[in-house]
């Protein structure tokens, strides 16, 4: 059965060539190569002929999508309320007449953000910083977070920079250039420009021959699975973890004035942490005057059934900036505290600060998920697809290992020990999956995928552990 | 006299309220303070109204701008090339299904590609990689840079990383962490993001608090005006600031592997060097074995009256990597030498790796400077234009001192002692003219700015200088 959302969704994946690439897709990437690096493709797309949950390749390979281009296409592919709002006048306004936000904004952006991204702000957070794309939302929240510190630290808004400051600022030393950090934690993912590569802590391949910032790094407590049977252990991983961030913010050399945190590490693997840990993060950043920065760049805008995943922490106090990109299909950082529009005008600022042609695509993906009320959707087929891979873990032990992401919408993900070969059987069985860390397998269905969906991502899997 | 590219333009400057922003714009920018920072906004603008080289506003004050988004408008206000390029089946396409570039492209992007801003790609580069806004562009130009050094060191390609290598790249430490840097020059700007700013020594208010990398900057020229009165010592300036670079590079504790050069120093005060300093640099850089990644954020698509500006120079080979922004309306970095693609894949990468909708918006932008000719048009007119603003400095003297831009289209700047007096000023008399640097005026007009729209301007800074 096709989509309930949207007339027209293909029944199933249906394979029309050996394998893929095809010989169509072959020649366009002969091509592309010429001037592209074309190494990390994992398959062309035709987009004229995908729709809804399912990508279509230049041979007409057609196949189930849930990694949705690394979690990033929130309501299908050629989503006809999407389309409506690109061909609206607004749109071709502001692809036209590209401003710079920051001296030249619109007469309408006020509304444009209050109606769009505003409406979804977190709770405590009323005001957005926008920028491009993950890696400089959490670049801007970070420069925000040190302006913020330095400031308290000479004594408010008022007290002017020292001719020492400013002087050294322009050699790319202190006091001017600040020996303060930004602390995150092993195996987190925050972006690939230096400030954030800075803290990413995946992958080497992330890393090498780049030159980072020294900044302190805290372990993840890594819950290990299932987590009923590792209560106590996890317990202790967690607490260990919290002590650890209070002993390097007490500390480290470079002084943390913020801990960037995901609510659930995604490119490193998957890795979960309990609400009560969060809580933790928050009181213990909290009680040293240290922000606590919420990466939602990929668990944001819905997939764990709540529209931002902290949602599910009951946290005591508000996260102090929220930054998203992603199915927002734009990106920046949520704040409340008004401390955090740095004292001076044009210490935060730059040419485009992001794009009202993707600010209008995000306020049309948000009418889209209230419309069709995709976030409680999203639990609820979240709830199903679980069980059943909870049945399918007990059928094939060991194929579905450290299942996680129990009340998380559909991100979900599990470890298997062929993870690259799971993932091409996949693709050759008719379903686009991607994967994250050394091991993990990592569902990353759109907000509209549905319980029939699901179950021919089943079928699939149990279809690619038997055939081994 | 009105654009004769487009019927429909003003015949000139109106203003309706006593000043600007006026009651309209307002009220709109009480409702945006709410919830954005407007502290740097210069004007509030109605897009809908604006055309060809006039800016609107809310309270329908009509001003001729040639500051155009701080340089990056290149064809004019609704454009009806790009209203049509906005309106087509691939515009919409982009828009609704964006892809993750590296790992799912389109079947198309090889030929929007070719078709786009390759067309355009500087001679020696056949190659791009697609990034968001200059900041990245320059910072994925850097990361390049990089690898490419390391690679070399490392005795190529194929040579494996070590574990010390793997293991000290996850800890931010040498050597996995590489201990190179990026040579910069003073009052150079090169973005805000913690590389780019690491490289950027404009103002203090960019760079103020922000951790920055321990990485060398040589002195700038800072020419003379007028040129033929100083052509020894602007010959000496020259020379000593190759020397300097040369001693950078062989002896700053953190070795250069690449220098970013602005061909004019844009936002930090229209500062110029001859395109002998350029053909130096090159012949330096290359002589150690050092990158030079050419700034064309600001300069480059037509406004010094060739497509890129360092086509003034005469180079003996071609720069490593050239970076693109503004009035491309995207970004990114042109490139040939094939050693600059990392030797494995995933190295240079991230989720969008810019916006297809923004590529296509870039070749509509190519196709109408090719259709108009706009680049020679730019020349003729910047050579008209300079040639009536030297008769106004040597009319009023000091008011346009050191008048700079000759040949340069219509990149032109001059300094005037009580600068931001006069762009308040300007405004007032119906003229968006941006500043830069301490005390110059840069002049911006798009790449569709006449002789007519040049008289207007003309006219409005005489009224100007015999308004003090």
Chains 1, 2 share one sequence.
Request: charge should be neutral; proline fraction near 7%; hydrophobic fraction near 40%.
């Amino acid at each position: 059965m096709a989509s309930t959302f949207y007339a027209g969704e293909p029944e199933g994946p249906s394979l029309k060539t050996e394998s893929i690439p095809g010989p169509k897709s072959t020649e366009h990437l002969t091509q592309l190569d010429k001037v592209f690096d074309t190494r990390s493709v994992n398959m062309l797309a035709d987009y004229t002929k995908s729709f809804g949950n399912y990508i279509v390749d230049p041979d007409g390979n057609t196949l189930l999508d849930v990694y949705a281009q690394i979690a990033s296409i929130p309501v299908g592919y050629n989503n006809p309320a999407l389309i409506k709002a690109a061909q609206t006048p607004e749109m071709i306004q502001a692809l036209v007449n590209r401003p710079a936000l920051g001296n030249f904004p619109s007469h309408d952006w006020a509304s444009i953000l209050e109606t769009g991204a505003l409406k979804v702000a977190p709770k405590g957070c009323n005001q957005v910083f926008t920028a491009m794309a993950g890696s400089d939302a959490n670049e801007t929240a970070y420069k925000a977070a040190f302006m913020w510190r330095r400031q308290k630290e000479r004594g408010g808004p008022t007290v002017e920079f020292t001719e020492q400051e400013l002087n050294s600022s322009m050699n790319n030393q202190s006091p001017g250039a600040s020996q303060l950090s930004i602390m995150s934690f092993k195996t987190a993912f925050h972006g690939r420009l230096f400030g954030s590569l800075s803290t990413t802590r995946s992958k080497p391949i992330h890393k090498l021959d780049i030159p980072a910032f020294d900044w302190p790094q805290a372990t993840f407590p890594l819950l290990k699975y299932p987590l009923e049977e590792h209560v106590e252990e996890n317990a202790k991983a967690e607490a260990d973890s919290l002590a650890e961030v209070e002993d390097l913010i007490k500390n480290y050399h470079l002084p943390p004035c913020a801990v960037v945190v995901e609510p659930i590490q995604s490119e490193g693997g998957d890795n979960h942490a309990s609400p009560a840990f969060f809580r933790g993060l928050r009181e213990v950043t909290k009680k040293h005057g240290v922000l606590l920065i919420v990466d939602e760049v990929q668990t944001g805008v819905g997939a764990t059934g709540k529209f931002w995943a902290h949602d599910h922490w009951d946290l005591p106090s508000p996260p102090d900036m929220v930054t998203f990109s992603k199915k927002a299909q734009t990106a920046g950082y949520y704040f409340g505290n008004p401390e955090l529009r740095p004292n001076k005008p044009y210490r935060q600022f730059n040419t485009w600060m992001g794009d009202p042609a993707r600010a209008l695509i995000y306020r049309a993906i948000i009418d889209e998920i209230e419309r069709l009320n995709l976030v409680e959707h999203t639990a609820k087929v979240g709830d199903y697809l679980y069980g059943k891979l909870e049945a399918l873990a007990a059928k094939y032990p060991g194929e579905f290992a450290n299942l996680r992401g129990k009340g998380l919408g559909t991100f979900i993900a599990f470890d298997n020990p062929k993870r690259d070969q799971f993932l091409a059987k996949a693709k050759k069985f008719g379903v686009n999956i991607g994967g994250s860390g050394v091991s993990a397998v990592r569902l990353r269905p759109m907000l509209i995928f549905e319980k029939q969906h699901a179950d021919i991502l089943l079928k699939t899997l149990e279809k690619i552990v038997t055939s081994w």
